[in-house]
């Protein structure tokens, strides 16, 4: 669904039901095909001002450093998947942040390029060798038909319209291309629990909100044939999505006490994962994990 056509970019149905009310935003699913969406959309090319002053700020920073060692050791068996479908060559990371993703191709052989409108992150990430543009993909001045693979971490749900995303970013991709695509699920179980609550909801950022099937809808809609589709999570998720529930909209003491009580949980649930074998075992099975990782290859 778009503000201006108020049409579902999935199947084109104008018949739509509110879930969730989030302060001045619903969130929506198509009647017919099942997507969920944010009305009003906010426009990434109209970032406000409190927006940007956070992604482009010392704390996001902060925290995105924090993580370094958890994003490159991901990276590392990302890449090892897609290089079982396309062997290195040139890579795009769209939105590449700090180039922690692209650091690890380079090292693995694929000439790394990226695209990130954060300029802090996008003038770090060309510090660690990668040529990266700080605007949005479509403003790159970027070759056709050029790109062996091109990874998309939690960004196509911030798009306008995904599927013309999808079919503007395969013109960029060689024939046999991949592109690997990782965004939060909303039929996870984590989102089941909690509600409107749901961390990943983000009505200010995410325009959508994709379940296994809407996104293979997509893919498919945008000419890519589906290689891999599957869900995964850390049980910490879990945790984070009880915290959420139960907290109160308005009682700082209470919500301040429940995230000090769910501390030994979070130690717990760290400590003891290899008892979530059947936890993980179902997510798997039925797709419920809280992030949906796919990918697909240009025809
Ligand atoms: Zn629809």
Not at 65 to 86: G, M, N, Q, V
Not at 105 to 123: C, F, Q, R
Not at 257 to 283: Q, R, S
Request: one cysteine or more.
């Amino acid at each position: 669904m778009t503000n201006r056509t108020n049409r579902c970019i999935l199947c084109g149905s104008g018949r739509k039901s509110k879930e969730y009310a989030i302060g001045s935003k619903g969130i929506y699913k198509c009647d017919s095909c099942g997507l969920i969406f944010t009305l009003p959309q906010n426009r990434l090319t109209q970032f406000s001002e409190k927006q940007k002053a956070i992604y482009e700020g010392e704390m996001y920073r902060k925290m995105y450093f924090s993580i370094r060692k958890k994003i490159c050791h991901r990276a590392e068996k990302r890449l090892e998947e897609i290089s079982s479908y396309r062997t290195t060559g040139s890579i795009l990371d769209e939105g590449c942040s700090y180039g922690f993703f692209l650091e690890v191709a380079s090292e693995k052989g694929w000439e790394s390029y990226g695209t990130e409108i954060n300029k802090p992150a996008a003038d770090y990430s060309r510090k660690l060798g990668a040529k990266v543009s700080n605007c949005f993909t479509e403003d790159a001045k970027l070759k056709k038909n050029f790109f062996d693979a091109i990874t998309m971490w939690d960004v196509l749900e911030h798009t306008e319209n995904p599927v013309k995303h999808l079919i503007f970013v395969r013109g960029l991709l060689k024939k046999g291309g991949i592109i690997a695509v990782q965004l939060p699920n909303i039929d996870s179980i984590a989102s089941k629990i909690a509600g409107k609550k749901w961390a990943w909801l983000c009505p200010d950022d995410h325009m959508y909100h994709f379940s296994v099937k809407t996104l293979t809808r997509a893919i498919k809609e945008a000419g890519y044939d589906m290689i891999e589709m599957r869900t995964w999570e850390d049980p910490t998720v879990i945790v984070d999505s009880i915290v959420a529930r139960i907290k109160s909209d308005n009682n700082k003491a209470m919500n301040s006490a429940i995230d000090k009580i769910a501390i030994p949980f979070y130690i717990f649930m760290n400590k003891v994962g290899f008892l979530f074998y059947p936890y993980h075992w179902i997510i798997k099975k039925y797709n419920k994990g809280g992030l949906i990782l796919a990918y697909a290859k240009n025809k």
